[in-house]
């Protein structure tokens, strides 16, 4: 199945080592590296999830014309990535994020990039890129991964979801705050609770029912929508499509690290839509390989084998 991800590619950096002792310049402790890693980040990590699911990812982003951008192009070619939806462009940073870990204890993350939105000429290249896709590398599925880094405006936003629905091609989409309302007319959208409080702006407890289903209404008629999947931690994930909802508790699990759950959410949702799963199918999929990969340290891609074992275990 030929996927897009459209969206904020980054590098995921990490420093490992050892806090021995207290830096003599500044009351800060001194982290002795022992190890370093760099890796795809950010809508790549979907793409990632894509690969290990058995899709066929095409990454869309834009990334700069720097060391780190040529950093993503190798890690690409790692990985079998093409690298024909990358736009580079002299007029903003890729986007770095540098944990540093000491003893298993994360210590800080150094953050280098731009939030700003591409730039008219920018857009109109990005544009012009993903357009001529459509014809040569038509998908199946496009999900759109919104870390808010800029790739994302409205005007691409619009442009791609338009085209899809032209086209009849499912869009999902992972959502962040500030174009929570831009995605209008996608397939499934989906926010966690607090991305859906912070959206129509109404805060309820999160073990009210009725005031969830009555949010996700409030939202859809904003959205123009079909599906909502909804996280919800550990209550697990809540699916409405039109009148009709399921609701998937959350699976019992040693909880090890969270990072990337929502990025194996959306990647399970997305190939589960565009095989025609029903909605509960979907859900509980997705539920249940968000689950997963919490039980593991880091950011790392679900296994489809160990996924599918799981659910007719289940």
Avoid at 49 to 60: H, S
Avoid at 238 to 256: F, M, N, Q
Avoid at 258 to 271: F, K, Q, R
């Amino acid at each position: 199945m030929n996927a897009w991800v459209i969206g904020d590619v980054m590098i995921d950096a990490y420093y490992w080592g050892h806090v021995n002792r207290i830096s003599p310049e500044a009351p800060v402790p001194v982290v002795e590296v022992s190890k370093k890693d760099e890796r795809l980040g950010g809508a790549a990590n979907v793409a990632l999830n894509l690969l290990a699911l058995g899709a066929k990812p095409l990454i869309c982003s834009v990334v700069g014309k720097d060391d780190k951008g040529s950093l993503i192009q190798r890690l690409f070619e790692a990985e079998g990535f093409s690298s024909m939806g990358i736009l580079t462009s002299e007029e903003r940073p890729t986007t770095v994020k540098t944990r540093i870990i000491s003893g298993g204890q994360h210590m800080m993350r150094v953050d280098e990039e731009t939030t700003a939105n591409l730039s008219t000429s920018e857009e109109n290249a990005f544009l012009d890129k993903l357009m001529g896709l459509f014809d040569s590398h038509t998908p199946e599925v496009i999900v759109l991964e919104d870390y808010n880094k800029g790739v994302l405006t409205e005007r691409v936003i619009r442009a791609v979801i338009d085209e899809a629905n032209k086209r009849g091609i499912p869009t999902t989409v992972d959502p962040k705050k500030e174009n929570f309302f831009s995605y209008t007319e996608c397939t499934l959208f989906k926010p966690n609770l607090k991305e859906l409080k912070e959206g129509i702006k109404i805060d309820f407890d999160k073990n009210d029912s009725t005031a969830l289903l009555a949010a996700i209404s409030t939202m859809e008629k904003q959205l123009g929508n079909k599906l909502s999947l909804v996280t919800l931690s550990e209550l697990g994930v809540l699916i409405k499509e039109g009148d009709k909802h399921y609701s998937v508790p959350a699976h019992h699990r040693e909880i090890v690290d969270v990072s990337g759950a929502g990025d194996t959410v959306i990647s399970v949702a997305s190939l589960a839509l565009a095989a025609g799963a029903r909605p509960e199918i979907i859900a509980g999929l997705s539920n249940l390989a968000g689950g997963m990969v919490c039980e593991k340290t880091g950011v790392v891609p679900i296994n489809k084998e160990k996924l599918m074992a799981e659910a007719e275990r289940l």
